[in-house]
């Protein structure tokens, strides 16, 4: 997982319940660089996130989905 403050800008969705003009928008956030990728094909698939970590090399990572959804991602095995 990426250090903190790497990130990458995507336009993702933002759910009108955290937006603060109360309706469903889309806005350039930053996103931790190494899911961004991820983040960027679920939205471009149609399904949609409302937030996300990768965890910074202190837990798993996560990926709300809009539909209450939650995608752990865990760092890649060491040999």
Same mark, same amino acid.
């Given at each position: 997982?990426c250090k903190w403050g790497t990130s990458t800008l995507? =336009? /993702? *969705?933002?759910?009108? #319940?955290?937006?603060? =003009? $109360? #309706?469903?928008?889309?806005?350039?956030? !930053?996103? @931790?660089? &190494? +899911?961004? *990728? +991820? /983040?960027?094909?679920?939205?471009?698939? $149609?399904? #949609? =996130? =409302? %937030? &996300? &970590? %990768?965890?910074?090399?202190?837990? *798993?990572?996560?990926?709300?989905? !809009? @539909?209450?959804?939650?995608?752990?991602?865990?760092? #890649?095995?060491? *040999?």
């Amino acid at each position: 997982m990426c250090k903190w403050g790497t990130s990458t800008l995507l =336009t /993702v *969705p933002i759910p009108a #319940e955290l937006s603060h =003009t $109360g #309706e469903k928008r889309w806005a350039e956030k !930053a996103i @931790d660089s &190494c +899911i961004a *990728p +991820i /983040v960027k094909a679920l939205n471009d698939a $149609g399904i #949609e =996130t =409302t %937030c &996300c &970590c %990768c965890g910074h090399g202190k837990g *798993p990572g996560r990926i709300d989905l !809009a @539909d209450g959804r939650i995608i752990y991602i865990e760092s #890649e095995a060491k *040999p």
